[in-house]
């Protein structure tokens, strides 16, 4: 019966990094694919800017083109697989394509965090699948296992390290002591980093794919405008040693968490401590907390960016789409997990209101009194400490850093706190404060 399918056709927008990876891994599994989804997968055509830059994947069967709206507007294909990146001309081939009958694939977290309520809406009008497990976390199957693999649960939490580029910065400046502009030039020569790798280092390819994971967790719209977002460039290379001295390191994470008051969503870097196995995931790798109520804390692990691990997620979703396209809309997996007319209006928790541990480091003159004006301070408003200790700092003979690690308590209280310190005499400067993630329950 399967020998006699017709070949899905497939059209392909970009040829880049994920796009000639998607090529070359449908090319060279081209038997096991098959096998696997009932019927021939074929790339007949691909669409790019620069035709000779494209001509090493030039096949006799596969037409390449510069208009990309000639694969939207060609009736022969199935589906579309979006890998050119951003979100204007993006989202308007995937709308067309979506209202041309066709699937859609896509690698593209911005896209889908910013614009998924159209998109989806649009996709279950004309009874159309959108797939995009490459949006998050690279080649490790995340979108499947939460959607699916996860279903019985109440998800409680995600935590994870869901940017390749920053992992890769951050591990690179600690066993190498590389400068961070040479490590995100490296990162960029390997195709890891985004088109505009400001989306990396400040947080917000990761506040991307967070807010999509959010949303398949709980239930939820997508909401990137509700995401709080910082990135690693203000790091110092004193508190990434402090924070290895007290048995701690630095990971930008994206945490999302169901509250009583609300759902937490945020990107921020955290120390973590050493021996959590989050704290030595290193270079491009990714990995992913998840915890639900049956299964406790779950943990996903593997390559976040470059060509064939994301390949390895556009292809499982090109099988996906395969097997299940003649199927009734109705009885397909619903695109965030939740169906669509039972998502919960349940409010993003400002970041005022999180609760959570800190690491401060202030800068302080060495004299007799400055402590116990901290610890007094913290003290009135509820803050415990953790633990505490005085360093020298290597500029500067007259000051001292003062590092102190907090128990959990609520942000609005410890921006309140610091503001009180940051305005005592002996202190000079701003206060670092980087928050602390135990990832323990
Ligand atoms: P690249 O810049 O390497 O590739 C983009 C491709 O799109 C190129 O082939 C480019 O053609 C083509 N393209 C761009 N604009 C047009 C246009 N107007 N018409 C036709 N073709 C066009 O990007 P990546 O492959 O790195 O990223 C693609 C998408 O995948 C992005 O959304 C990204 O966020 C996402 N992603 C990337 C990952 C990675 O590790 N790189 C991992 C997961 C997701 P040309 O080369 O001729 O300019
Ligand atoms: N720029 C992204 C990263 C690509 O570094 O994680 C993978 O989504």
Same mark, same amino acid.
């Given at each position: 019966?399967?020998?006699?399918?017709?070949?899905?056709?497939?059209?392909?927008?970009?040829?880049?990094?994920?796009?000639?990876?998607?090529?070359?891994?449908?090319?060279?599994?081209?038997?096991?694919?098959?096998?696997?989804?009932?019927?021939?997968?074929?790339?007949?055509?691909?669409?790019?800017?620069?035709?000779?830059?494209?001509?090493?994947?030039?096949?006799?069967?596969?037409?390449?083109?510069?208009?990309?709206?000639?694969?939207?507007?060609?009736?022969?294909?199935?589906?579309?697989?979006?890998?050119? &990146?951003?979100? @204007?001309?993006?989202?308007?081939?995937?709308?067309?394509?979506?209202?041309?009958?066709?699937?859609?694939?896509?690698?593209?977290?911005?896209?889908?965090?910013?614009?998924?309520?159209?998109?989806?809406?649009?996709?279950?009008?004309? &009874?159309?699948?959108?797939?995009?497990?490459?949006?998050?976390?690279?080649?490790?199957?995340?979108?499947?296992?939460?959607?699916?693999?996860?279903?019985?649960?109440?998800?409680?939490?995600?935590?994870?390290?869901?940017?390749? @580029?920053?992992?890769?910065?951050?591990?690179?400046?600690?066993?190498?002591?590389?400068?961070?502009?040479?490590?995100?030039?490296?990162?960029?020569?390997?195709?890891?980093?985004?088109?505009?790798?400001?989306?990396?280092?400040?947080?917000?390819?990761?506040?991307?794919?967070?807010?999509?994971? =959010?949303?398949?967790?709980?239930?939820?719209?997508?909401?990137?405008?509700?995401?709080?977002?910082?990135?690693?460039?203000?790091?110092?290379?004193?508190?990434?040693?402090?924070?290895?001295?007290?048995?701690?390191?630095?990971?930008?994470?994206?945490?999302?968490?169901? @509250?009583?008051?609300?759902?937490?969503?945020?990107?921020?870097?955290?120390?973590?401590?050493?021996?959590?196995?989050?704290?030595?995931?290193?270079?491009?790798?990714?990995?992913?907390?998840?915890?639900?109520?049956?299964?406790?804390?779950?943990?996903?692990?593997?390559?976040?960016?470059?060509?064939?691990?994301?390949? =390895?997620?556009?292809?499982?979703?090109?099988?996906?789409?395969?097997?299940?396209?003649?199927?009734?809309?109705?009885?397909?997996?619903?695109?965030?997990?939740?169906?669509?007319? @039972?998502?919960?209006?349940?409010?993003?928790?400002?970041?005022?209101?999180?609760?959570?541990?800190?690491?401060?480091?202030?800068?302080?003159?060495?004299?007799?009194?400055?402590?116990?004006?901290?610890?007094?301070?913290?003290?009135? =408003?509820?803050? =415990?400490?953790?633990?505490?200790?005085?360093?020298?700092?290597?500029?500067?003979?007259?000051?001292?850093?003062?590092?102190?690690?907090?128990?959990?308590?609520?942000?609005?209280?410890?921006?309140?706190?610091?503001?009180?310190?940051?305005?005592?005499?002996?202190?000079?400067?701003?206060?670092?404060?980087?928050?602390?993630?135990?990832?323990?329950?």
């Amino acid at each position: 019966m399967e020998a006699i399918m017709k070949p899905i056709k497939v059209g392909l927008l970009g040829l880049g990094i994920v796009g000639g990876g998607t090529l070359t891994v449908l090319r060279r599994n081209a038997v096991e694919i098959t096998r696997r989804a009932g019927r021939e997968i074929i790339v007949t055509m691909a669409a790019v800017r620069d035709l000779e830059k494209a001509r090493k994947y030039a096949a006799a069967d596969m037409q390449l083109t510069d208009n990309p709206f000639a694969i939207i507007d060609n009736p022969d294909i199935d589906i579309v697989v979006e890998m050119i &990146g951003g979100v @204007t001309l993006a989202k308007e081939l995937i709308l067309m394509a979506i209202a041309r009958g066709k699937h859609v694939v896509t690698a593209n977290k911005a896209l889908i965090a910013c614009h998924a309520t159209e998109i989806f809406a649009a996709a279950q009008q004309y &009874g159309v699948m959108v797939a995009f497990e490459a949006a998050v976390g690279g080649g490790i199957p995340i979108i499947k296992a939460i959607r699916e693999g996860l279903t019985a649960n109440r998800i409680e939490w995600i935590a994870g390290i869901i940017n390749g @580029t920053t992992n890769f910065i951050l591990s690179e400046m600690r066993d190498k002591g590389t400068e961070f502009a040479d490590a995100l030039l490296a990162a960029q020569e390997l195709g890891y980093a985004e088109a505009d790798p400001a989306f990396d280092i400040e947080g917000i390819d990761a506040a991307h794919k967070l807010t999509i994971m =959010s949303a398949i967790a709980f239930g939820i719209p997508v909401q990137f405008d509700c995401a709080h977002i910082e990135g690693i460039t203000k790091l110092t290379g004193d508190d990434v040693k402090y924070a290895e001295q007290l048995g701690y390191r630095i990971k930008l994470l994206g945490i999302t968490k169901r @509250t009583p008051k609300g759902i937490e969503l945020r990107v921020h870097p955290a120390l973590i401590p050493e021996r959590r196995l989050l704290a030595n995931v290193d270079g491009a790798m990714n990995a992913i907390l998840v915890k639900g109520d049956a299964v406790g804390i779950t943990l996903y692990y593997g390559a976040g960016a470059g060509a064939e691990p994301t390949a =390895s997620s556009v292809v499982a979703d090109l099988v996906d789409v395969t097997r299940m396209h003649t199927a009734d809309p109705n009885n397909r997996v619903p695109h965030l997990a939740f169906q669509p007319d @039972t998502l919960s209006a349940e409010p993003i928790l400002p970041m005022g209101e999180v609760r959570t541990a800190y690491y401060l480091r202030l800068r302080a003159i060495d004299e007799a009194g400055v402590l116990a004006d901290v610890t007094r301070i913290l003290a009135d =408003s509820d803050i =415990s400490i953790d633990a505490m200790i005085q360093k020298e700092p290597e500029i500067t003979r007259t000051l001292v850093d003062i590092v102190i690690l907090t128990h959990r308590c609520i942000e609005k209280d410890i921006d309140a706190a610091m503001l009180e310190i940051e305005a005592l005499p002996a202190i000079s400067g701003k206060i670092a404060r980087i928050r602390l993630e135990h990832l323990d329950r």
